[in-house]
């Protein structure tokens, strides 16, 4: 079968290739959704550097992605179930190390191709079925996976006073944590800080928010998530230092290119604990469909932060959809008709 | 139900001593016609495949198929005919023999020598047949198509934005194609190449579905090797 990829190449510059590709075990996917994630647009826009670019390209971007499943040679699979595909990809196992952490695992969009083909080879435990969340809103399911990611290792790591827990960074990733922590601990008391303060009009289901400069002086968290990441990242960790009560747990789940000055001598001071999130494997995938599938509301609120969707038919339009994103609030998702 | 016929219908060039049908060709690291045949065995709406060829090539397809494909159980290899419209007719009478023809049923009829076709232009297809009838799948004309009837002199150059290059599939309600095909006499039998051009001069509507740049046929040694150099393992 010839698969058609399309793949970056360089900066802005994306082209076809096609794939002479055999099914062995594999469940063949086609994607109907895909979202536009950070981290594409880093590769995208040429931001991650020429030495990493030239590493890694030319790959297919795009690591959140849903589709519904056109064949399986084994028959586990009906056809046309709808999927959500997993992009973190392990090549062993590991009974402590998660997934996710193993420096072993592939990862889908960085360093191997994205979901962004006519059809995705997708190995049978890395696509999780869902059923009464629509496709759209289904392409978040990536996104919250990480949460539950970062949700699993707060529950390990954090002591049970959770009175207040405060979110910094009123982003995509600061929704979703929020959104979560709020149905999940409906009588924590679950505060967002932020920077952009119309963004904070989509947060009408937490109990209070602020602007970063206007905090009040006595205010103090029990824990914390920190979903701001780039160069926001240092002032955010730092002010969740300042704010946070002594033994709490930050969970880091924001992305800097460049490294960040940590003022320790208060984490030292406090006893904090520092967690660092990234990405999810099948298990948090299951809990990202359960939760959604639960919860009708969620469903709801998730669809609320899809701030465009646009139609793809060919390279022309995937251009667009990525110039779009930079300049969307929330997110961009495309509707895969290529 | 919605059935394909791949048309195999190519007879061959001459490669060292023995004629080879472009559609048995490698290309990457199978048969020019297996990568085609994979794409409708992938969709999931296409309930049968059709494999339309010589006699003499039926074993030889059967077998490649059944080496480079693990499950063939949707794949049916029938002898074509001696036009591409008796190949057409064939198959359709292989389905109104096997399984009777619904009033409904759709053929999806495709060259085997384009391999590139994509599950979009598969689905388009269907969809745009069930809901008119007929369809055709074209690509914008890049080039100006120049006219001469005499091979000599120019007698026309059509408006350029009228005009589309004809890919392949050609989709149709089957009932409707058959009945068509029935009014013809047997001298529009014989000038008609083309399925599409049957219902253009009897009055029908053939609507267009978008095809690809790469929906390329392959029908020449250099088309072989533009279609090998474009493919990676």
Not at chain 1, 19 to 44: F, G, H, K, M, N
Request: with cysteine; hydrophobic share 40%.
């Amino acid at each position: 079968m010839i698969n058609e990829v399309y793949r970056l190449v360089a900066r802005k510059q994306i082209h076809t290739d096609f794939l002479d590709e055999t099914i062995r075990d594999e469940v063949v996917v086609r994607p109907t959704y895909l979202s536009i994630c950070a981290a594409d647009q880093r590769y995208y826009t040429g931001s991650r550097g020429k030495e990493i670019m030239s590493e890694k390209l030319p790959m297919a971007l795009i690591h959140e992605g849903v589709g519904h499943v056109i064949y399986d040679p084994k028959g586990e699979f009906k056809i046309g179930t709808r999927v959500v595909m997993i992009p973190n990809t392990p090549v062993e196992d590991d009974v402590i190390i998660k997934e996710n952490y193993l420096p072993s695992s592939k990862f889908r969009a960085s360093g191997f191709d994205g979901f962004m083909q006519n059809v995705v080879l997708m190995g049978r435990d890395r696509v999780v079925p869902y059923t009464c969340i629509p496709d759209r809103t289904a392409v978040l399911l990536e996104l919250l996976s990480v949460v539950m990611n970062a949700l699993e290792n707060f529950e390990l790591r954090s002591h049970a006073r959770r009175e207040t827990i405060g979110i910094w960074g009123n982003g995509n990733l600061g929704f979703i944590s929020a959104l979560v922590l709020k149905i999940l601990y409906p009588d924590t008391r679950v505060i967002v800080f932020g920077v952009s303060r119309h963004k904070m009009q989509f947060f009408p289901f937490v109990d209070e928010t602020y602007i970063i400069d206007s905090i009040p002086d006595d205010l103090r968290v029990d824990h914390a998530f920190e979903c701001v990441g780039g160069n926001g990242s240092e002032d955010a960790i730092n002010q969740i230092i300042d704010y946070i009560q002594p033994q709490g747990t930050i969970a880091l789940l924001g992305v800097s290119e460049s490294n960040v000055n940590i003022n320790t001598r208060m984490v030292l001071e406090k006893g904090l604990i520092l967690v660092g999130n990234s990405r999810s494997g099948y298990a948090d995938f299951k809990a990202a469909v359960k939760f959604l599938e639960k919860n009708s509301s969620a469903r709801e609120y998730m669809d609320i932060i899809i701030s465009e969707e646009i139609e793809i038919n060919g390279i022309s339009d995937i251009n667009r959809a990525f110039e779009h994103d930079q300049a969307n609030d929330f997110k961009t998702v495309m509707k895969w008709n290529v | 139900m919605i059935y394909a016929e791949v048309l195999a219908g190519g007879k061959g060039t001459r490669m060292g001593n023995t004629d080879m049908p472009k559609q048995f060709m490698m290309l990457g690291g199978k048969p020019v016609f297996v990568h085609t045949v994979e794409q409708f065995i992938l969709s999931e709406k296409v309930d049968k495949v059709l494999i339309c060829c010589p006699k003499q090539w039926v074993a030889h397809t059967n077998d490649t198929l059944k080496k480079y494909i693990k499950d063939v159980s949707k794949v049916i290899v029938v002898e074509g005919g001696n036009s591409r419209n008796e190949t057409i007719m064939n198959g359709c009478s292989y389905i109104e023999k096997t399984w009777g023809i619904g009033a409904d049923d759709i053929v999806v009829t495709h060259d085997a020598v384009r391999p590139f076709i994509t599950q979009r232009i598969i689905d388009d297809n269907i969809k745009s047949a069930m809901e008119y009838g007929a369809c055709d799948t074209v690509m914008e004309a890049f080039d100006t198509i120049v006219e001469s009837t005499d091979g000599e002199v120019i007698t026309d150059i059509p408006v350029r934005k009228h005009m589309y290059q004809g890919q392949t599939p050609q989709s149709f309600n089957i009932r409707k194609l058959v009945n068509l095909f029935q009014e013809l006499t047997e001298e529009e039998q014989n000038i008609l190449t083309d399925a599409c051009k049957a219902y253009v001069l009897k009055g029908y509507p053939v609507h267009l579905v978008r095809g690809e740049a790469y929906n390329i046929k392959i029908t020449t040694q250099y088309d072989l090797k533009i279609a090998n150099g474009l493919i990676q393992q």
